[in-house]
């Protein structure tokens, strides 16, 4: 091919080794597949002088040992190969895996070594996909539109006003294969976050975040249930929901609408709910999703007293996926408690996508100007003070994806580590990162 | 397909969770859990260079937590072992459920038993010739103790002769070191003079309310309501070795109290015997109590509904590990003749319920071998059981037979005894009911460990998602929504209790385990004869 080229670069970026279309004889790139676990390519050189050939052949395969001791030692060396396929494209890399150099039968023949040749193949594996450069994804939502400076979160959705949402407009991404993403969030107040949660919804639209949060100013049939108004409460308000004592089953429910299940259109949900203090005894609580024929629902979760939020397990949205258009159902908060009546505080309840879902507890934590960076490209999560990384951050969940060219909300929601508190007045910025994939260049 | 897990260490909960070393690599592989106690085990493997994973016995002890794709915690637990394989540079974590943290230490409480029967041949006589109409022993906890209430006394009582009165047993509070006159609590009705043996005896019986037992000074008072008689009389067992530190004996002849034997006014004690009469549901809060005295941050506070509404005494002579007791006080059940199961929430908390009615079945679907068998099946149950007490006090006892009548009918009767221990009649006939609803029709023999495509659907027909590997609920084979009418005499053989799970996160395979099933989680067999 004209203008290819093969490209090994060192741990920090910098290219160790460029193969070109002056010393590659034969190099027809196998497609990367979806279901592979790596692909394997394999190039023919023949490279003049000796000497020049000998050493890159030292260099390339002292990379396929770095790449192969951080495939096996699971620390952040991370090898790439990058390839070009003509001079007027750019290049693409994918993580090596592992690699091997043959000398060619004939390497050591007259009419190769004798006139200051050295022929060989390198076969190179390598993760099933090529991934392009550094990007960054502009993001909206109801503080501003395709925003790249830092797009304010705030943590509770108050109509037309407040948004603790973000989305990707449809055809905004690029390439053919599902791309990690490099999300920053900064924390812009006073008050150190210690806790983030983060879903994504890969659909075909993007949809506003009244359909993610329920329950805000709802009012509880349960018995002396009630309603509170506080500025510290998610939306000004709060419910204060009796739970009958002696393991008699409180059930509280309120109406979502067909449009709000047209959202996740069948897909799962994960209802965070969102405690407005922190509760005087241990209760339990779990969540159903009913329409007029089906319903779903998840066995009984601690609320524990040291809590502010009890993440449920996903359920689905609605129970079964119809397509089209929904009838209107209605979500239930069951709770349980085996002591004495008691009372928690609903500040509200968020519905977290599930196509992708990730929590952070950073140990170390998000000061105010501080940033916390879920670097899915490279693998790893940390939080930067004053431009150090501290690594004291342990994810859990699916890691954070898009797919190319869709429509893709991120819902999130972040509390300090002191209190687990969700305050509406906690606040941070997004911007967001990814390197367009593609299983064939 | 495997799906993504996440794996995190603590040393206290979930709240304060770090990430495994960054030079290590963690993959769980298989985790399981049961029906009473929750997650049960697990095993991991760790990649990386051979001092990181050496370094992972460090975290040998500490709590672990597996993490599904959508961030909830589907397994926790505690590291038991770490074996390194220095040929892969790999190395195998082996993880059991704090459960088993639970079992590290044996469960002993005077709570619910005081006792002095140190039985010897001297006795002490009552209403005979010499004018003697009451004997009085007094009590006190001593040194470290725990405060409880006394339902139960009992002391060893024989008759010379022949009388037809009632012996009356009052708790009394003390005056200056003397009964005070003034009952707290007596036994209801008292003994009957028939009820009295005449060599060896032992009369134990209900009081009418609970009587405090703590470190305040009081008395077993012994009366009756007959005159004197030289001939007739009774006589309490006494030891003259002084031996009881707690109080002492008394005699009374009508208007005077007097310490020590009559006519010798040698220093003695009653043997006397004074027993709890606690809700097992508080016993199970009690226990919970002293685990989190010994191994702290495996199980933290207790939640149980309903209360059991069963009685028995509290007292544990460390016998049994505090899980022993635990697991022991849920298979008991409640009054209703429906055991507990038990899970541990991620926070420490042991969550207690009674196991669900079938009437409310899960699905499982896919590729499943099933059959039937009644090898371990009984329609005909009996418990064979020992009362709570000390090692020399302890009485036997058994529950008549409790059967289903349908059962028997259509398979002809299978007989089943059961021996317990620590247990009362109430306590026991509930037990033998629970066993025989778990046990009355022939059980399900289920092939799914072999196969790789059961799919298992709640009871609304949702998938469930695999890795959650839930327990303790019924399930039958069928496709999704299937519902089979059954009548209570001819149970379908697709119809089971899933009393334990495994999960395999290499194929995302759930395996769950039937009741009756052979294997170590059948209930019988755990504690029982």
């Not at chain 2, 016998?319 to 635990?326: A, R």
């Not at chain 2, 059954?486 to 053989?493: H, Q, R, V």
Request: with cysteine.
């Amino acid at each position: 091919m004209a203008g290819d080229a093969i490209r090994f670069l060192n741990p920090d970026g910098s290219v160790a080794v460029t193969l070109d279309d002056s010393v590659i004889t034969e190099f027809g790139l196998i497609p990367a597949s979806a279901t592979a676990q790596s692909v394997t390519q394999r190039a023919t050189i023949i490279e003049t002088p000796i000497a020049t050939a000998r050493s890159n052949i030292n260099t390339i395969n002292a990379l396929f040992e770095r790449a192969r001791r951080a495939q096996r030692d699971g620390d952040s060396t991370r090898i790439y190969v990058e390839v070009r396929t003509q001079t007027s494209d750019s290049y693409y890399r994918s993580l090596l895996i592992d690699g091997n150099i043959t000398p060619d039968t004939e390497a050591f023949s007259a009419v190769y070594y004798g006139n200051g040749y050295l022929k060989y193949e390198i076969s190179f594996t390598h993760a099933p996909w090529w991934e392009g450069a550094d990007t960054q994804i502009a993001i909206s939502n109801l503080n501003g539109s395709n925003n790249t400076a830092g797009l304010t979160i705030e943590n509770h959705y108050v109509a037309s006003t407040l948004d603790n949402t973000f989305t990707i407009a449809a055809g905004v991404t690029t390439g053919d294969a599902p791309a990690p993403v490099r999300l920053q969030l900064t924390n812009t107040q006073a008050t150190a976050l210690g806790y983030v949660i983060v879903g994504v919804l890969q659909n075909s639209a993007s949809w506003p975040g009244n359909h993610w949060y329920q329950g805000e100013g709802y009012a509880s049939a349960e018995p002396g249930s009630s309603t509170g108004s506080n500025a510290a409460a998610s939306g000004g308000q709060y419910l204060t929901l009796q739970v009958p004592g002696s393991g008699s089953p409180g059930v509280s429910s309120w109406a979502i609408t067909g449009t709000s299940f047209g959202v996740m259109d069948g897909k799962s949900v994960a209802p965070l709910m969102r405690l407005y203090s922190t509760p005087g005894a241990t209760t339990y609580a779990g969540v159903g999703v009913t329409t007029a024929s089906t319903g779903v629902g998840t066995d009984y979760m601690e609320v524990g007293t040291g809590g502010r939020h009890v993440l449920f397990p996903p359920v689905s949205w609605p129970p079964r996926a119809a397509g089209g258009t929904y009838a209107a159902g209605s979500f239930t908060l069951n709770t349980l408690n085996t002591g004495t009546t008691t009372t928690i505080a609903v500040d509200a309840l968020c519905m977290f996508p599930t196509d992708c879902l990730r929590q952070y507890r950073c140990n170390d934590t998000i000061t105010n100007g501080s940033t916390l960076v879920d670097d899915g490209i490279n693998g790893y999560s940390y939080v930067t003070v004053s431009g150090n990384r501290t690594p004291g951050v342990v994810t859990y969940g699916t890691p954070l994806e898009i797919l190319p060219g869709l429509a893709t909300t991120f819902v999130v929601m972040f509390s300090d580590i002191s209190t687990n508190a969700m305050l509406p007045a906690y606040t941070m910025s997004a911007q967001l990162y990814y390197r367009p994939r593609r299983f064939t260049i | 397909m495997r799906k993504r897990f996440d794996v995190a260490f603590s040393q206290t909960g979930p709240a304060n969770v770090f990430a495994p070393p960054a030079n290590v690599r963690i993959i769980p592989r298989t985790y399981s859990r049961v029906a009473v106690g929750g997650a049960n085990r697990a095993e991991l493997t760790a990649f990386g260079t051979l001092e990181a994973l050496w370094g992972l016995w460090s975290f040998i002890n500490h709590n672990i937590y597996i993490y599904s794709w959508a961030g909830q915690i589907v397994w926790h637990g505690y590291i038991e072992k770490v074996a390194v394989d220095t040929s892969t540079s790999t190395a195998r974590i082996e993880c059991k459920g704090r459960m088993y943290k639970a079992g590290w230490n044996y469960y002993e409480t005077n709570r619910g038993l005081l006792e002095f029967m140190d039985v010897t041949s001297d006795k002490h006589n009552l209403g005979e010739g010499s004018g003697i109409t009451r004997i009085a022993q007094s009590y006190q906890l001593t040194g470290t103790y725990s405060t409880w209430n006394a339902r139960y006394v009992g002391i060893p009582l024989y008759m010379i002769g022949t009388r037809a009165d009632t012996v009356n047993v009052e708790i009394q509070s003390d005056a200056a070191g003397i009964p005070s006159g003034t009952a707290i609590t007596s036994v209801t009705g008292g003994f009957s003079a028939a009820t009295i043996g005449a060599t060896n005896g032992y009369i134990e019986g209900e009081l009418g309310a609970d009587a405090p037992v703590d470190g305040t000074l009081r008395w077993i008072v012994v009366s009756y309501t007959g005159g004197t008689d030289i001939s007739n009389y009774y006589q309490a067992a006494v030891n003259l070795n002084n031996a009881y530190t707690g109080g002492s004996f008394h005699w009374y002849n009508g208007s005077t109290w007097t310490a020590g034997q009559s006519g010798t006014g040698r220093a003695c004690d009653m043997n006397f015997r004074l027993i709890s009469r606690t809700q097992t549901s508080e016993q199970m809060s009690n226990v919970v109590t002293d685990i989190a005295s010994y191994t702290p941050n495996t199980i933290n506070g207790l939640d149980i509904t309903p209360a059991s509404g069963l009685y028995t005494s509290a007292y544990r002579d460390g016998m049994q590990t505090h899980w022993q007791v635990i697991r022991a006080l849920c298979e008991t059940g409640t009054s209703a003749g429906v055991r507990y199961i038990a899970d541990i929430t991620p926070n420490g908390r042991l969550l207690v319920r009674q196991e669900p009615a079938e009437t409310t079945t899960w699905t499982i679907s896919g590729d499943v071998e099933i059959g039937v068998s009644i090898e371990k099946m009984s329609n005909s149950v009996r418990v064979l059981y020992t009362t709570q007490g000390g090692e020399a006090s302890v009485s036997a006892a058994q529950t008549a037979w409790v059967e289903d009548e349908f059962s028997i009918l259509k398979y002809g009767t299978k007989s089943l005894r059961v021996s317990s221990i620590d247990l009362d009649a109430t306590s026991a006939a509930s037990k033998a009911a629970a066993i025989l609803d778990m046990t009355r029709y022939p059980h399900a023999t289920v092939d799914m460990a072999s196969k790789s495509a059961v799919v298992l659907y709640g009871p609304n027909g949702q998938v469930v998602d695999n890795c959650t590997c839930p327990v303790g609920y019924w399930a039958r084979v069928g496709p999704r929504g299937s519902v089979i009418n059954d009548s209570t005499a001819a149970l379908s053989a697709s119809l089971m209790y899933i009393e334990g799970a495994e999960y395999n996160c290499d194929s995302d395979d759930y395996i769950p385990t039937p009741r009756n099933a052979p294997s170590a989680l059948d209930i019988v067999k755990v504690n029982d004869g």
